[in-house]
């Protein structure tokens, strides 16, 4: 069945296609781990501003970029916009426990390497986060937790100086209109789950997705937008949702039956891919999916975490699981985040709840969910959905939480306390 968001209908059938999404099946099932190897993966963007709160910008020496070359001899490899030239513009720093990258609007994100524990990668960030301020607070500046930049205007936040971005931007314009939001004045906390085979990824896609709107809630930490107080909830969520409904959202057909790892690679596919590489030239690739641009018979390892970094989806595979809905949070709130993602997700009974509980779901439940919570927050009538209201719900999937953390890492339990806190007084980040 052809989906509402699916494109090229007409080279769906094409061997081409075929070979490739078999590529793409073969990589999924690369990721499967056993259960003792399974491990957590985490995201954190941040937003460096001002004495005035005014986003710093990229270029020069007390710009962003100036900021990475400070940190440059605590890292052990420069990322460089031209990889082949090592005076292009500094835009990320690698070593053996992080990764520090730059989103499109100068936005900070500190990629941890994979890790079980949490105290470890409490470890991990304790180091780059003091590094980080260093640095910062000799330039008077403060790296913010925040979902959205807090002053400036996006209309003055320059891109970084990669053609891709550019040629995105150019792009969103006319899919959407808050594609100039999302690049570059948003900032995530995003965290990968692994999977153990093709049945337990989708079954985590299909309750992730399901969860989402009520993660977005639960994070919700945007209190500005371009420069005035935030009157609904979960902005970063509604920005997101108007984008470009090809590449947003959940992935077409997830609660279909029978959806599996080939049905995602197709959409993955046949999509628009906005942009390709070819030969280190990049080509904008406008409403043309993957199958037009690449040699399917072919795809490198490159091309295929490219094609897949262009869907934009709440919940999205790789060679693993990423829950993308979370704003940007100060690290104690990312902990319990984390710790509440880990007792649900890789506990089996509660993932098993879960998917029963959702199995009612479609593909017009996340949206509706979505914008009732935007407006109504724990207002929201959702109990067609969740079977209880907004907080009575968070406060069980804590709960739930707490049980799996005690069979996994009864030590992590007590990080929860602080979602507990929010949910029981159906208040926000941004609202408190």
């Known amino acids: 069945m052809i989906t509402k968001n699916s494109s090229h209908t007409a080279a769906q059938d094409l061997p081409s296609l075929s070979a490739g999404i078999h590529i793409l099946v073969d990589y999924f099932k690369?990721?499967?781990k056993s259960k003792d190897n399974r491990r957590l993966g985490f995201e954190l963007e941040q937003i460096i501003v001002d004495a005035n709160n005014h986003t710093v910008p990229f270029a020069g020496a007390t710009g962003i970029t100036g900021i990475l070359g400070r940190l440059s001899p605590l890292y052990e490899k420069e990322i460089r916009a031209d990889k082949n030239d090592s005076s292009s513009p500094l835009l990320g720093l690698s070593r053996k426990d992080a990764i520090v990258t730059l989103e499109p609007g100068s936005q900070f994100e500190f990629s941890s390497m994979p890790f079980?524990?949490?105290?470890?990668?409490?470890?991990?960030?304790?180091?780059?986060?003091?590094?980080?301020?260093?640095v910062t607070s000799q330039l008077n500046y403060k790296p913010l937790t925040i979902g959205y930049q807090p002053h400036t205007l996006v209309a003055d936040i320059a891109l970084l100086p990669k053609e891709r971005y550019q040629m995105?931007?150019?792009?969103?314009?006319?899919t959407g209109n808050h594609g100039i939001n999302m690049m570059r004045g948003t900032a995530s906390t995003q965290v990968t789950i692994d999977y153990s085979d093709e049945a337990d990824a989708i079954k985590k896609m299909r309750v992730a997705a399901a969860l989402t709107p009520?993660?977005?809630?639960?994070?919700?930490?945007?209190?500005?937008?371009?420069?005035?107080?935030?009157?609904d909830c979960i902005k970063r969520t509604a920005i997101w949702n108007d984008v470009d409904p090809a590449r947003s959202m959940i992935p077409p057909?997830?609660?279909?039956?029978?959806?599996?790892?080939?049905?995602?690679?197709r959409t993955a596919l046949t999509a628009p891919i906005i942009l390709f590489d070819q030969d280190g030239v990049v080509s904008y690739a406008g409403q043309k999916g993957a199958v037009d641009c690449y040699d399917m018979n072919h795809l490198t390892l490159d091309d295929i975490e490219h094609i897949l970094s262009m869907l934009f989806f709440d919940v999205r595979l790789r060679n693993y699981v990423e829950i993308r809905c979370a704003?940007?949070?100060?690290?104690?709130?990312?902990?319990?985040y984390l710790a509440l993602i880990k007792g649900l997700f890789y506990d089996e009974q509660n993932?098993?709840?879960?998917?029963?509980?959702?199995?009612?779901?479609?593909?017009?439940?996340i949206p509706t969910i979505k914008g009732a919570l935007i407006k109504d927050g724990y207002k929201a009538s959702v109990e067609d959905y969740y079977g209880q209201d907004v907080s009575s719900f968070m406060v069980d999937l804590i709960s739930r939480a707490r049980r799996g953390l005690k069979q996994l890492s009864p030590e992590e339990m007590s990080h929860l306390d602080l979602l507990e806190s929010l949910a029981v007084t159906k208040t926000t980040l941004a609202k408190g």
Do not use: C
């Open 253 to 265: 057909g997830l609660f279909d039956a029978g959806y599996n790892f080939a049905a995602y690679g």
């Open 214 to 231: 009520l993660l977005s809630l639960l994070t919700d930490n945007t209190a500005i937008f371009e420069g005035n107080p935030v009157k």
């Open 327 to 336: 704003d940007s949070m100060p690290f104690p709130y990312a902990l319990a």
């Open 30 to 32: 690369s990721g499967a």
């Open 116 to 134: 079980w524990n949490l105290q470890d990668l409490s470890t991990v960030w304790d180091k780059y986060q003091a590094e980080l301020l260093e």
């Open 168 to 174: 995105m931007s150019q792009h969103f314009m006319s």
């Open 351 to 365: 993932l098993d709840e879960l998917s029963r509980q959702f199995s009612h779901f479609d593909e017009e439940s």
